[in-house]
């Protein structure tokens, strides 16, 4: 599990607008599964057709293995660019939802990546008050009760600037010694295939506004041999 932050647009000042404001819900704005881990697909394929020949490797989840620990994983990526200002008043709901996962096996994603730029409204009556603008994000699929992962990211404390930050959610064959890592690990090693995993903008109490100017989730799967 990463997670860092830097300034977005060269962390510009960006002013306090109206609160209250929540556009329509934007699912899939724009997807991109045409690329595996930075391969083309025709890559991969060629890849898989060296295995084949060359190595002589005839059964599917011996080259399933080789490929997954080579991280030769398909990316499907969802983003949204557009400001929001969610107060506690605001509607809860997505400010983006990716498309269906498509996957096999029994743990078919990988890893999943967000990146989001956001900030909170810019001060605080006292800095030991606590933090209320926050990110949830929730796993939702035919049949299945929807999982919610509670506080992905919770912005920085009384800070103007918009910050770019990313959180690596990562599935793990064993346990982390960091709680906080082995709940990520299990989060995502509970996704299936037709689940659509949505970025929950949050807030609360008078005055707190989480403000969020994009969003990306990248969704890592095992290949289809």
Wanted: hydrophobic share 40%; charged share 20%; with cysteine.
């Amino acid at each position: 599990m990463v997670v860092h932050y830097e300034p977005y647009s060269s962390g510009q000042y960006l002013p306090i607008l109206a609160p209250g404001w929540y556009p329509p819900k934007a699912s899939n704005a724009n997807a991109d599964s045409t690329t595996v881990n930075g391969f083309t697909r025709h890559a991969i394929f060629h890849t898989i057709f060296l295995l084949q020949t060359r190595f002589r490797l005839s059964v599917p989840h011996i080259i399933s293995s080789i490929l997954n620990h080579a991280e030769y994983w398909v990316q499907t990526s969802s983003f949204r660019r557009e400001t929001v200002h969610i107060t506690e008043d605001s509607p809860i709901g997505p400010y983006l939802s990716t498309g269906a996962i498509a996957g096999v096996g029994l743990f078919p994603v990988h890893k999943v990546v967000f990146k989001i730029a956001s900030h909170d409204q810019g001060w605080c009556g006292r800095l030991d008050e606590g933090n209320w603008t926050w990110f949830d994000v929730v796993a939702d699929g035919p049949g299945r009760k929807a999982r919610k992962f509670e506080r992905l990211y919770t912005n920085i404390l009384a800070d103007r600037n918009a910050r770019s930050w990313v959180v690596d959610m990562v599935r793990s064959d064993g346990r982390s010694s960091d709680p906080e890592a082995q709940r990520r690990a299990e989060w995502v090693g509970k996704l299936q295939s037709g689940d659509v995993v949505s970025v929950i903008p949050r807030a609360c109490f008078p005055e707190w506004v989480n403000h969020v100017f994009f969003a990306k989730v990248d969704v890592y799967t095992a290949c289809h041999l």
